[in-house]
């Protein structure tokens, strides 16, 4: 009783209404989560995206996935893009409650959109707290940067990739200002995590064309394998409206032969405050 009575008079009674909801709903979202799946055969976009009847398509499995879900990707070669221009993606609203997008256990998954702008495309914050898992992102048939996390009218953030590859940006065509970045974060697209991710092979002719163009705060790069790609390696550099970029950390992570298009590819370059190079 003593400690109950201690506890009322520091505890404001709005802030334990405010735990007390935020402990109901996310044990309610975790109740929630669910299981689906996404097959190149034996499946339709009728069925409810269950293992034992499974959609045929990824934007499908995206639209009835969401917060704490998971969705499984079956193998093969997927020849469509994930964007939010054209299809409904909907995060979680911390780490917690993240939608994960995964490789199925034991198979290969290629994202190889057969042509368009990009491979993989989050421009909204709706499509927030998101983890893909053991993809591989291949550019080759595309006409820009593999991998854009960025704003429409807001900007996605949060998005988390681990394992898998991004590679293959630029089709050899230059146009004007339209680069070939191997993953491209911009326009306040904070927080996002790169966790042991190939990034290579991504750029053209042009001196500009980076495995990662960081232009946001918060980034976090860890023991990713970064090479062979047209100019930098990584490079975390201010472009104008985003202001400088902060608080960015790159770690743990194998950077070579990159500058493949010269006369310039150092393996890192860095502006901004407080950014961090580690070993």
């Not at 491209?184 to 064309?209: H, K, M, P």
Request: proline letters at 2%.
């Amino acid at each position: 009783r003593e400690l109950n009575a201690r506890l009322r008079r520091t505890v404001p009674l709005d802030t334990m209404i405010r735990l007390l909801l935020a402990l109901v709903l996310g044990l309610a979202q975790a109740a929630g989560a669910a299981d689906y799946h996404v097959a190149m055969t034996r499946a339709s976009d009728a069925n409810p995206c269950t293992d034992a009847s499974r959609c045929l398509t990824i934007a499908r499995g995206l639209e009835v996935a969401g917060a704490g879900d998971t969705l499984w990707i079956h193998g093969g070669v997927w020849t469509t893009a994930i964007t939010t221009e054209t299809m409904a993606i909907t995060g979680g609203s911390s780490w917690a409650t993240q939608l994960l997008v995964a490789e199925w256990p034991g198979e290969t998954v290629i994202i190889r959109p057969a042509s368009g702008t990009r491979v993989l495309y989050l421009a909204d914050e709706d499509a927030s707290y998101i983890e893909f898992r053991d993809i591989d992102f291949d550019a080759v048939n595309v006409t820009s940067d593999a991998v854009k996390l960025t704003a429409s009218f807001t900007a996605s953030h949060h998005i988390r990739l681990r394992g898998g590859s991004v590679k293959n940006a630029g089709d050899g065509v230059l146009r004007g200002d339209d680069l070939e970045q191997g993953i491209l974060v911009t326009n306040g697209a904070d927080s996002n995590e790169f966790i042991g991710v190939e990034v290579a092979y991504n750029g053209e002719a042009s001196n500009r064309d980076h495995g990662f163009y960081i232009a946001t705060d918060d980034n976090l790069v860890d023991g990713c394998h970064v090479h062979h790609n047209a100019a930098v390696g990584v490079q975390i550099v201010d472009v104008g409206a985003d202001g400088d970029p902060d608080r960015n950390v790159v770690r743990n992570s194998d950077i070579h032969d990159n500058g493949q298009a010269g006369p310039t590819g150092e393996g890192i370059t860095v502006c901004g405050a407080d950014n961090r190079i580690e070993r």
